[in-house]
């Protein structure tokens, strides 16, 4: 393994396993108490037992049934658990539009941030974000988004195991992994090289570290036998690509 230069910044986020994540909400949950705990302010909550409750997240799951293209007619819909949260950005555009500079994206380690002593809520973060991982806090008046839990990660006062975001160390089916991806000798890169990771709606050009992994194999219809042969790597992101863009449609 070639050790990088330690004057080279990293790039820390997520990567996401679509193939085993059963959309149990264990990491929103996680988050949010964990955050709500050590974020500053909480995660607040409007009308939580009442007819049209809200609240600040900065972890969601989506379900959707997609039918592979691949498939081809008769096939059976494939369930889907899209976990979204900020993908912090190489070229963040929440960064370039914030007024008041209170968006920012640390040199260090590449996590985007949100300064809320400088935040006036314009909501212009939300608006530039193809990826709406942006929540404002109506109690607070302030933009939150994932911080990629900084406060654990970084705290010597935690055992090793523990220095990792909150959602990655709740995840029951070990669906989300986190570590260095500007380093292609971390555990991270070379899972994402391993299994084919993809970009989230690439043509935006926002460079997001996050990646999201595609399914092992080609599903069959419920009940039959799977005879198809794994697709390679690049195969199953082309494939991939494909439906995410339909689910970023339906989130849309």
């Not at 494939?78 to 070229?91: E, I, N, Q, R």
């Not at 380093?183 to 690439?202: N, Y």
Request: contains cysteine; charged residues 20%; hydrophobic residues 35%.
């Amino acid at each position: 393994m070639t050790a990088l230069p330690n004057d080279t910044p990293k790039k820390l986020g997520l990567v996401i396993d679509l193939d085993v994540c059963v959309g149990c909400h264990a990491c929103v949950v996680n988050c949010k108490e964990w955050n709500t705990g050590g974020y500053g302010a909480a995660l607040s909550d409007q009308e939580p037992y009442g007819e049209t409750p809200s609240g600040t997240f900065l972890n969601r799951i989506h379900t959707f049934e997609v039918l592979p293209e691949a498939n081809g007619a008769g096939a059976s819909p494939m369930v889907v658990h899209f976990p979204k949260s900020c993908l912090h950005c190489a070229d963040a555009p929440c960064v370039t539009v914030c007024p008041t500079g209170a968006s920012y994206k640390r040199a260090e380690d590449g996590i985007v941030l949100v300064n809320e002593d400088w935040c006036i809520g314009c909501g212009l973060c939300a608006w530039a974000c193809p990826y709406g991982a942006r929540e404002l806090d109506e109690a607070e008046g302030v933009m939150k988004k994932c911080t990629l839990c900084v406060d654990r990660i970084y705290n010597e006062n935690l055992e090793e195991v523990d220095r990792v975001p909150a959602c990655v160390r709740t995840c029951p089916t070990n669906a989300r992994h986190f570590g260095d991806l500007a380093d292609p000798d971390s555990a991270v890169s070379r899972l994402v090289a391993a299994r084919g990771g993809v970009d989230l709606m690439p043509e935006q050009g926002t460079a997001p570290v996050n990646k999201y992994l595609p399914p092992r194999r080609n599903r069959a219809p419920a009940g039959a036998a799977d005879e198809t042969p794994p697709a390679a790597p690049r195969e199953r992101a082309a494939g991939l690509t494909g439906w995410l863009e339909r689910v970023v449609e339906m989130i849309g």
